[in-house]
């Protein structure tokens, strides 16, 4: 199973990107997805997660900004980041929990994307 994150770049104080992330390889079913974000000397913190049913979830810093969506047919979630700041700035993980079929069996373990750079100028 992999996942594969694009989207980001560098970006005006003000302005908007839409990060994608998609997921490939042995998947039953794709249970909580979601985005985190790691900025330089900083610890990776929690954006936005959504469950299978749509269901969300946001950091305080990104509520009313930012949107957490997904297409559970093309196993992809995206985040809608509006007005973005400075401090926004960050590379941002996408992570998905998935019931994998392995030789052995099955199992649901976390999964995190490659990650993908943004940068908010001022």
């Known amino acids: 199973v992999q996942l594969q994150a694009c989207g980001g770049g560098l970006v005006q104080a003000g302005g908007s990107l839409r990060l994608s992330c998609v997921a490939s390889?042995?998947?039953?079913?794709?249970?909580?997805m979601g985005w985190y974000r790691q900025a330089p000397g900083k610890q990776r913190e929690l954006v936005a997660t959504?469950?299978?049913?749509?269901?969300?979830n946001y950091a305080d810093s990104v509520k009313g900004r930012f949107t957490i969506d997904r297409d559970n047919a093309k196993n992809t979630v995206y985040l809608q980041m509006n007005s973005l700041k400075p401090e926004d700035t960050a590379g941002y993980y996408c992570?998905?929990?998935?019931?994998?079929?392995?030789?052995?069996?099955?199992?649901?373990?976390?999964?995190w994307g490659q990650g993908t750079l943004v940068t908010v100028s001022s």
């Open positions: 992570s998905a929990a998935i019931l994998t079929r392995f030789f052995w069996g099955q199992s649901t373990r976390a999964y």
């Open positions: 390889g042995s998947i039953i079913t794709i249970n909580d």
């Open positions: 959504i469950t299978s049913g749509g269901s969300t």
